[in-house]
């Protein structure tokens, strides 16, 4: 015989309904949902995000630390950062900031004298360009071993010094304003021994393609202030002073020399190179042999001059 129709409680009914959406996980064996989209996630995307948080929060997150404990992770004070201007590795200015980790381009050093040319910097090969100073040590136009002449001048370095021997005609004060054109440190040169003189001598005959009967290049030695009136010759070490500031200790005076050849006893110096009285009282290599001095007035035109400054 033909089957009842199956009856359902209307009670039952009504608590199916209650269920018409997906039902909630109970158990930790199945695959979660984005509550956001209702689509299944596998955990991957939620570690980038976290990884992603985590990198770009680790700089703040270091000088915050740092901050807080005076030291950086590895134990290390915090330094301060520099910005380099042109990526050549020498930093410039103001600290940017002061931090376990350098910002982008900075670095840890602020000795760059151009931050502009990344072809100067310090232990940069100094060259001849216009008094530029390349490699940042105060010097400009000096030797390098890519830079042997420079505006008709020697160049060379010999017994911790830097010389230049220049064949440019000028006056006593003048060619020591063109030694101060290379760097404070640079004077017209004071040579303190006999080898220099040696040297200081082969320096400035390498200027001439043949030697010349005098040389009469101005060095870094005048007669003192408290002398200036005076016709006598003096000869002595106190008499003299040294542009560089050091205390006169060597002498090599050519025969007959110092003379004070022309002095007028009858006027008072108002200046080491007052042209109105006459004396000599300035010092030049002179000996083509020796390099022996002589005495000469300041206001004279020399065949050039010798520049020298102690290496930095």
Same mark, same amino acid.
């Given at each position: 015989?033909? +089957?009842?129709?199956? +009856?359902?409680?209307?009670?039952?009914?009504?608590?199916?309904?209650?269920?018409?959406?997906?039902?909630?996980?109970?158990? #930790?064996?199945?695959?979660?949902?984005?509550?956001?989209? #209702?689509?299944?996630?596998?955990?991957?995307?939620?570690?980038?995000?976290?990884?992603?948080?985590? @990198?770009?929060?680790?700089?703040?997150?270091?000088?915050?630390?740092?901050s807080s404990t005076g030291t950086c992770p590895m134990g290390q004070?915090?330094?301060?950062?520099?910005?380099?201007?042109d990526g050549d590795g020498h930093g410039a200015g103001d600290p940017?900031?002061?931090?376990?980790?350098?910002?982008?381009?900075?670095?840890?050093? @602020?000795?760059?004298?151009?931050?502009?040319?990344?072809?100067?910097?310090?232990?940069?090969? =100094?060259?001849?360009?216009?008094?530029?100073?390349?490699?940042?040590? #105060?010097?400009?136009?000096?030797?390098?071993?890519?830079?042997?002449?420079?505006?008709?001048?020697?160049?060379?370095?010999?017994?911790?010094?830097?010389?230049?021997?220049?064949?440019?005609?000028?006056?006593?004060?003048?060619?020591?304003?063109?030694?101060?054109?290379?760097?404070?440190?640079?004077?017209?040169?004071?040579?303190?021994?006999?080898?220099?003189?040696?040297?200081?001598?082969?320096?400035?005959?390498?200027?001439?393609?043949?030697?010349?009967?005098?040389?009469?290049?101005?060095?870094?030695?005048?007669?003192?202030?408290?002398?200036?009136?005076?016709?006598?010759?003096?000869?002595?070490?106190?008499?003299?002073?040294?542009?560089?500031?050091?205390?006169?200790?060597?002498?090599?005076? #050519?025969?007959?020399?110092?003379?004070?050849?022309?002095?007028?006893?009858?006027?008072?110096?108002? @200046?080491?190179?007052?042209?109105?009285?006459? +004396?000599?009282?300035? @010092? =030049?290599?002179?000996?083509?042999?020796?390099?022996?001095?002589?005495?000469?007035?300041?206001?004279?035109?020399?065949?050039?001059?010798?520049?020298?400054?102690?290496?930095?």
């Amino acid at each position: 015989m033909p +089957r009842s129709p199956l +009856r359902v409680a209307p009670a039952a009914l009504a608590l199916a309904g209650c269920f018409h959406d997906p039902l909630p996980q109970l158990t #930790g064996g199945s695959t979660p949902l984005d509550p956001s989209t #209702g689509a299944a996630t596998t955990g991957e995307t939620d570690a980038a995000t976290s990884a992603s948080q985590s @990198a770009g929060s680790t700089s703040q997150a270091t000088t915050d630390a740092a901050s807080s404990t005076g030291t950086c992770p590895m134990g290390q004070p915090p330094q301060a950062w520099y910005l380099d201007g042109d990526g050549d590795g020498h930093g410039a200015g103001d600290p940017l900031t002061v931090a376990c980790d350098p910002p982008p381009g900075a670095v840890d050093n @602020a000795d760059d004298c151009d931050d502009a040319l990344a072809d100067v910097h310090p232990g940069a090969d =100094e060259q001849c360009n216009a008094l530029r100073d390349d490699d940042c040590d #105060g010097l400009r136009d000096e030797y390098s071993p890519q830079n042997l002449e420079c505006g008709g001048c020697g160049l060379a370095e010999f017994d911790g010094a830097t010389w230049w021997a220049c064949a440019a005609p000028t006056t006593f004060l003048a060619a020591e304003a063109v030694c101060q054109s290379f760097g404070a440190p640079v004077h017209l040169a004071h040579i303190t021994d006999a080898d220099q003189l040696a040297f200081a001598r082969d320096l400035v005959l390498a200027r001439f393609a043949a030697p010349p009967n005098l040389l009469t290049y101005w060095i870094g030695l005048h007669r003192a202030e408290a002398i200036w009136g005076d016709c006598g010759v003096h000869p002595e070490l106190a008499a003299w002073v040294a542009l560089d500031g050091a205390p006169v200790t060597f002498l090599a005076w #050519g025969s007959g020399e110092p003379n004070n050849y022309g002095c007028d006893p009858q006027c008072t110096p108002s @200046a080491l190179d007052d042209p109105t009285c006459p +004396r000599e009282q300035c @010092a =030049e290599l002179f000996n083509v042999q020796t390099g022996a001095y002589n005495d000469r007035r300041c206001t004279q035109t020399s065949l050039g001059h010798l520049c020298k400054a102690p290496l930095p």
